[in-house]
């Protein structure tokens, strides 16, 4: 069974730092890219950032460059989001995500996350 495990979301003070986890299990891990989306409160979907299968390639929602790093260990399964100088805006609960090969808009993510509150608030 494909499951995506989510953690490290919290309560932060604007520009403050969080490391957000995805854990992986259930598939071979480093056959795919990955990504991170989240949605704020009465919002949609937002993409924040992508990751190729082996971390050589790293691309970033414009918002979110010079802020966010996106990495991926594969030994370990695990995919990573690196946040740092939070704004309120950046509240959200943020969702790992698998593409599929080929990924394109139409075709999206085929697994999902539970997902992981952010909240960035003095």
């Known amino acids: 069974e494909v499951q995506l495990v989510e953690s490290g979301g919290g309560l932060v003070q604007p520009g403050g730092s969080l490391r957000l986890s995805c854990a992986a299990s259930?598939?071979?891990?480093?056959?795919?890219?990955m990504s991170w989306v989240r949605q704020a409160p009465g919002k949609g979907l937002e993409w924040v950032s992508a990751?190729?299968?082996?971390?050589?390639?790293?691309y970033y929602a414009e918002s979110m460059k010079g802020r966010f790093t996106i990495s991926r260990d594969n030994a370990k399964n695990t995919l990573y989001l690196q946040m740092n100088s939070l704004k309120s805006e950046d509240t959200a609960v943020y969702y790992c995500a698998r593409a599929p090969s080929f990924w394109t808009r139409s075709r999206g993510y085929d697994y999902w996350g539970q997902g992981t509150q952010v909240t960035v608030s003095s």
């Open positions: 990751i190729s299968w082996n971390g050589g390639s790293t």
């Open positions: 259930g598939f071979t891990f480093d056959d795919y890219a």
